[in-house]
């Protein structure tokens, strides 16, 4: 019996649930599907080739390989408490060997309940992964993460075009 809860969890995490090699996690709520999920990622993913500023959104086939192995978690709730204690409406925490030196794809990115994934933070978050919570130049990497994001055709802009 234990050897076929092996099989069976190995199966599960060898087959992603987007082309880009994203995994769908409903263990807390299904209000998110993988076509959603799926249907984000396209967006995301052509959206952030007009991205200014940022060439780890623009370069051609850059973005979808920083959603490689990416856990996306929809919450029950339109905001949840993170582990840091703060209430939020979606969190990105970057692959847990990622350093500004050493660049991994995938992390993980948790998002509070929304009437679709359009309003949801799942694209802010995409984002956040991508950058690996690093804004971009000039902004220094001690900086808030979300620096810049307002520039004309940032990281903003992306969202509202995808939200609309
Ligand atoms: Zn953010």
New binding site residues.
Partial sequence: MKRLILFLSLASCSHPDTICGQYLDTSQSDWLTVADLQQAETEFIGAALLVAGDTRLSAPHNACKWLQNLRVLPMATPTFRDQWGRQVAGIAIPAKDWSLTQHSPGGFVQIGLAPSWKSSALV?EFI?IVQGGIPPPPCASTDD??CGWHRPGGEYALVDAISR
């Fill in positions: 802010h956040h993460s979300h």
